[in-house]
């Protein structure tokens, strides 16, 4: 069975290979190299770095393989070579101390032989005890088994074996991050550098127009994106670490798919400390739930030693039953998303949920999580909340609260997909999210937000695990008024400037639409056309009447011209006379006829009348065209006339 190690025909003058790699490695930490200590290559194959070995590090090279072409090609380079079998532990011991032939050991590469192998353990066991007996560095590197290339295929059934790569044909063993870890510590080597070679692109990467590989593809796009946030390696190659030799441990490197025993649901509270009196009654509440199939975490957060002991004291005074199923942690530092991290990260529980100090949770809150978890397995589970106007107050010296609205019902009992991308519509308390969308997929709460950080999540966590929703009111989301809550603690520059972020975020995100949630899009395209009907024509009838309301004024400001010369000629013939004089003379005309004899009463009526009707003229003169005002002006003359004779 050959040695050769993977990458055996790399290009020496290449600076991102495996080989260039573990040189890299061992020149960061190397030190002054004792006489006649050399660097052991097992598995050397063609050995394309020897030369630079021995220039660097000043160490004689050594390659260890199977009698073959690259052997022959290293010594012919003048190279020590040497033709060695694997047959066990000792077997490999024995054969590589005679190698060596009591000089010291430098370094030791073993590049991705060990892979080649069913007893791949053996060999790096022995590495390990060569590597302790000579205080030798050793650079071990394996093919990443977890490659996207690798994972976009199986999933649609697709499993190629190649000469070479990711899953070379002589591969007896294949790793993944942590299997290889595992692996190195039950041998003795401890990793404490890394190189890793890095190929978004692999030669697994066919067939090409596959759209669970073609770049352009929405699929490809999708899993590449779940992939990269849930494991932070589905780029890497090879993985290429410098160890250093220490005690074995024992560590079980199989895997068991049974699970541990875990509660239904991890309740995470936040607290500052501050509202005490609002714990109290939250621990109160969970005392009370009809399922206790869940535990507490309690996450001080920037608390201070006094506050520290008043969280505690409020622990100590809950039943002893629910005492052993509260856990006490502290986040010293952070924003608003540090301690729900911290919380997550400690959380037990199947779900997981938020619910801050000041809510109140109603009896049937962790009974109806089960129900919709029974239905909706691995969902995010959401139910119904109240909302209500709430205010801290003083009664004799000790906090309180007191309520200051009724209870409203202002969120919507289903999810709203489309319009949770507008504003969030769930508060966390009617929320539990799978355990696997922060433990799994690697999911966190953005630190950078000082706010918003909880609609942030749902978002992306919403967008693989989808949302299973029930109708039941399990909650009461308390609205602080008087500058308590968390609007007024933060500034209306810092919720746009977040609000911003989040949107950002949206719009570089892969979302799958749940099933049934087609209908609602329809229904909101169909009425967002209707009402863009109805605005166009509102627009197109407000240009019109704009349009009039412009001839409008511009008669009006035609009228007013002919008003004003109007107005010149009656002052230039002395014929102007105010409204003040003329109701003067009526009123003086009609004293005149009560006094009169009944020969001039009808006359003198007559007349006033008439001096009615040129007061109206007078008072709607403006209204009228030009050609009325001609024809009234003798009529005008004639009234004047009269009014003064009166006088």
């Known amino acids: 069975m050959t040695l050769r190690s993977v990458g055996a025909l790399d290009d020496p003058r290449s600076s991102d290979t495996v080989h260039s790699h573990a040189l890299d490695l061992l020149s960061r930490g190397k030190s002054e190299a004792r006489p006649g200590e050399i660097h052991l290559d097992i598995g050397c194959g063609c050995a394309p770095v020897a030369a630079r070995i021995q220039f660097d590090l000043g160490r004689v090279y050594v390659g260890v393989d199977v009698s073959g072409e690259g052997l022959k090609n290293l010594a012919e380079r003048g190279f020590e070579a040497h033709d060695i079998r694997i047959e066990g532990r000792d077997e490999i011991l024995r054969r590589l101390d005679a190698v060596i032939d009591g000089r010291p050991v430098g370094s030791i590469t073993v590049l991705g032989a060990f892979q080649r192998f069913l007893d791949g353990e053996a060999i790096l066991e022995a590495i390990a005890e060569l590597g302790r007996g000579h205080l030798a560095q050793v650079v071990v590197s394996a093919h990443n088994v977890t490659h996207r290339d690798i994972g976009a295929k199986l999933m649609f059934g697709l499993w190629n074996y190649t000469d070479s790569g990711l899953l070379d044909r002589a591969h007896a063993r294949l790793f993944d991050h942590s299997m290889l870890l595992a692996e190195l510590e039950k041998a003795g080597l401890r990793v404490v550098d890394r190189y890793d070679v890095v ?3 692999s030669e697994q990467h066919f067939p090409e127009g596959h759209p669970a590989l073609a770049a352009g593809a929405t699929l490809n796009g999708l899993l590449f994106d779940a992939a990269r946030q849930a494991n932070p390696y589905s780029d890497t190659y090879q993985f290429v670490w410098l160890c250093a030799p220490s005690r074995e441990v024992q560590r079980e490197t199989l895997a068991h798919p049974r699970e541990q025993s875990r509660p239904l649901l991890s309740a995470i509270v936040r607290t500052q400390g501050r ?3 609002t714990l109290v009654e939250l621990l109160t509440c969970l005392s009370g739930q009809s399922d206790v199939d869940f535990e507490t975490v309690i996450v001080g957060h920037k608390l201070d030693a006094p ?10 005074d809950t039943p002893e039953w629910l005492r052993q199923k509260i856990r006490f942690l502290l986040a010293d530092d952070g924003g608003r998303a540090r301690p729900l991290n911290l919380g997550f990260a400690a959380a037990r529980g199947r779900y997981i949920c938020i619910i801050d100090d000041d809510d109140v949770p109603m009896a049937n809150w962790v009974e109806e999580f089960r129900k919709l978890d029974v239905l909706h397995p691995g969902r995010i589970l959401r139910c119904a909340c109240v909302r209500q106007d709430s205010r801290n107050v003083s ?3 000790r906090a309180g609260l007191r309520a200051e609205g ?3 019902r202002i969120y919507p009992s ?11 519509a769930s508060p966390t308390t009617t929320l539990a999210f799978p355990r696997g969308a922060f ?20 978002l992306r966590s919403s967008a693989c695990c989808g949302v299973a929703s029930s109708p039941e009111i399990t909650g009461v989301f308390r609205w602080w008024l008087a500058a308590e809550n968390s609007k007024a603690l933060h500034s209306e520059r810092e919720w746009q400037v977040n609000d911003e972020k989040v949107l950002r975020k949206q719009d570089q995100t892969y979302f799958i639409v749940p099933k049934g949630e087609t209908e609602h899009i329809r229904r909101f395209v169909r009425d967002n056309k209707r009402y863009k009907t109805i605005y166009e024509n509102a627009k197109h009838e407000l240009e019109i009447y704009k349009s009039k309301i412009e001839t409008y004024k511009s008669k009006i400001e035609t009228y007013k011209s002919e008003i004003e010369n109007y107005k010149s000629e009656l002052n230039d013939k002395d014929l102007f006379v105010s409204l003040d004089s003329i109701e003067s003379a009526i009123l003086l005309s009609k004293r005149v006829a009560r006094g009169a004899s009944e020969d001039l009463i009808r006359p003198l009526r007559n007349g006033v009348r008439a001096k009615c009707r040129m007061l109206r003229i007078k008072i709607f003169l403006s209204l009228m065209s030009k050609r009325k005002r001609r024809d009234h002006r003798q ?6 006339a009269f009014l003064n004779h009166l006088h």
Request: glycine residues 4%; without cysteine; aromatic residues 12%.
């Open 199 to 201: 190929k978004p692109v």
């Open 275 to 277: 509202r005490l009196h």
């Open 307 to 316: 506050s520290v002991e008043a969280v505690k004291r409020v622990i100590d």
């Open 395 to 397: 009664v004799d010296k």
């Open 406 to 408: 009724r209870l409203e």
């Open 414 to 424: 289903e999810y709203p997909f489309a319009e949770q991308f507008v504003e969030n």
């Open 439 to 458: 433990h799994d997929l690697g999911l966190r709460f953005d630190e950078t937000l000082g706010t918003l950080e909880d609609w942030d999540f749902l």
């Open 635 to 640: 009529k005008l003359r004639i009234y004047l």
